[in-house]
């Protein structure tokens, strides 16, 4: 069965960096479009990132420029990158695979398009 397992979150002040990884087994993971997310207290799951099976990547408007999203094959890994962290980063990042598609598509940012989840890690970011 597909199993997605987060780590790496912790505690950082603001300006610090953080990777996250995403161990997958249970499928072919080079396949998949896989995608991050993140959701803070109170608020709706929201897209950080994602990135076709292909290397192909996209990113919230929130993060670019500070977050990097890639994947090892070899390694069945997800990876995503974070640095210049702010505390509205803080939030549980949880990784995603969409099993439908090698290509995540336009709406790569809503989590109806990816059906399988981990259980998530939490980042928390203080100023």
């Known amino acids: 069965r597909v199993q997605l397992v987060e780590s790496g979150g912790g505690s950082v002040h603001t300006g610090g960096s953080l990777r996250l990884s995403c161990a997958a087994s249970?499928?072919?993971?080079?396949?998949?479009?896989m995608g991050w997310f993140r959701q803070a207290p109170g608020k709706e799951r929201e897209g950080v990132a994602a990135?076709?099976?292909?290397?192909?990547?996209s990113y919230a408007d929130s993060v670019k420029g500070r977050f990097t999203i890639s994947r090892d094959n070899a390694k069945n890994t997800l990876y995503l990158q974070m640095n210049s962290l702010k505390p509205e980063d803080t939030a549980m990042y949880y990784c995603?695979?969409?099993?439908?598609?090698?290509?995540?598509?336009?709406?790569?940012?809503?989590?109806?398009?990816?059906?399988?989840w981990g259980q998530g890690t939490q980042v928390t970011v203080s100023s």
């Open positions: 995603a695979a969409d099993s439908t598609s090698p290509r995540c598509g336009g709406a790569w940012y809503r989590f109806e398009e990816y059906n399988y």
């Open positions: 249970g499928y072919t993971f080079s396949t998949y479009c």
């Open positions: 990135i076709d099976s292909d290397g192909s990547t």
